[in-house]
């Protein structure tokens, strides 16, 4: 199994303020990544998260937005760039093993922009 | 393109009745196929999985799915549904491209049990 921690849990924040969510896993991964949930809706991913190397990005997400960083195989961070209210979300990061067949959710950071 | 599929938005069913909630994939291969249940403010949970093998796979909380090739689905089913089976559902697949991978959900359906 993986255990997955995700800081900050909840945070409230200023528009236009960045913030940087860390996700730290217990044991090496290959694959890490992050999603958004936002309000009532289902999870959409937003990158892939490679070690060493820039993240895979997804349509309509962009690194200037959206940096990832993944110095190694247990951590990585999202920061969610100038923020509005639009991006009020759940951030949640994922692990996979196995080529997929076996994968982990951390708690989520619950994300309010005012 | 390859995706997910969750035609209903909302199901309400009596506490009692059975549950079937629909999943549909686009996908040429074999897909990894995922449930996931999420409770008002909670975190994600996995009911079951299927990758191979058995058609029918068993999950938690009395859940089953049934794979089907030939109607590209993956329904969800359960016989008997409980009050705190409200919750939000996740369908998700595994899409492949080389040696790379991602996990890909559905819309969701929203599931209300009366009384």
């Known amino acids: 199994s993986a255990v997955i921690s995700q800081k900050p849990s909840r945070d409230i924040c200023q528009r236009g303020t960045s913030l940087t969510i860390q996700c730290q896993v217990d044991s090496q991964v290959t694959m890490m990544f992050w999603y958004r949930q936002q309000p009532g809706q289902s999870l959409t991913l937003i990158a892939t998260?490679?070690?060493?190397?820039?993240?895979?990005?997804e349509s309509g997400f962009v690194i200037d937005k959206f940096p990832i960083s993944r110095p190694n195989l247990t951590f990585s961070t999202l920061t969610v760039s100038n923020m509005s209210p639009e991006d009020s979300s759940i951030y949640l990061c994922?692990?996979?093993?196995?080529?997929?067949?076996?994968?982990?959710f951390g708690e989520g950071s619950w994300l309010t922009v005012v | 393109a390859q995706s997910v599929t969750q035609p209903d938005i909302h199901i309400t069913v009596s506490e009692g009745a059975s549950l079937e909630l629909r999943c549909n994939y686009s996908?040429?291969?074999?897909?990894?196929l995922f449930w996931y249940v999420q409770s008002p403010g909670q975190g994600l949970q996995l009911l079951l999985k299927?990758?191979?093998?058995?058609?029918l796979v068993q999950g938690i909380k009395g859940f089953e799915a049934e794979f089907k090739r030939s109607q590209s689905s993956f329904n969800l089913r359960k016989p008997s549904v409980h009050w705190s089976d409200a919750a939000e559902y996740f369908c998700?697949?595994?899409?492949?491209?080389?040696?790379?991978?991602?996990?890909?959900f559905g819309s969701g359906t929203r599931l209300l049990v009366r009384p």
């Open positions: 996908y040429g291969a074999t897909p990894y």
């Open positions: 998700a697949v595994v899409l492949t491209a080389g040696s790379s991978y991602k996990l890909i």
């Open positions: 994922s692990v996979a093993r196995d080529a997929g067949n076996t994968i982990y």
């Open positions: 998260a490679n070690q060493g190397s820039e993240a895979t990005y």
């Open positions: 299927y990758f191979s093998g058995d058609t």
